[in-house]
């Protein structure tokens, strides 16, 4: 019995950190997530079968169904085909593979709203020392 000198299912670089054959559970919207990666993997796949049909459906409503048969029948069989557990794991793979990098642009962006509260925070403290003053001069 030979063995390959590689391993058919080699790990990626996001596999060596996270075990994707035994993933992590995932929350519901993260599983969102990989799901809207797996769809935009699948959809890019397809993308001239499913521009075809549009433009065949375009001006039409009801009798796109049978006047542009052919191209629907074709971006469906294609998106059949791509929409296989590989592209899902890959889509997982992604999805764990930019998690550092969700966090990082997670972190700036409440750092930004802590930035500008504390930036509204002095203008208010500010205004309202303002006023203070205004109403002492009247008094």
């Known amino acids: 019995m030979a063995t390959p000198s590689a391993p058919a299912d080699s790990p990626s670089p996001a596999a060596s ?5 035994n993933p992590l559970p995932l929350s519901a919207p993260q ?3 990989v799901q809207k990666l797996f769809h935009k993997r699948v ?3 397809c ?3 499913i ?3 549009a433009e065949c459906a375009v001006d039409r409503t009801v009798t796109a169904t049978w006047v542009c048969r052919e191209q629907r029948l074709a971006m469906n069989s294609c998106m059949l085909k791509h929409a296989t557990r590989e592209n ?3 889509a997982r793979e992604e999805w764990f593979a930019t998690v550092d990098e969700r966090r990082r642009a997670y972190r700036e962006e409440r750092a930004g709203v802590e930035a500008r509260r504390a930036q509204l925070d002095e203008m208010m ?3 309202e ?8 001069r009247k008094n």
Request: aromatic fraction near 6%; charge should be positive.
């Open 17 to 21: 950190k996270y075990n994707l054959r």
């Open 129 to 136: 020392e303002r006023r203070q003053q205004q109403q002492a």
């Open 43 to 45: 959809r890019a796949q």
């Open 125 to 127: 403290r500010k205004d």
């Open 51 to 53: 521009k075809a049909f």
């Open 88 to 90: 899902e794991d890959l």
């Open 31 to 33: 599983e969102q997530e």
């Open 47 to 49: 993308a001239d079968l």
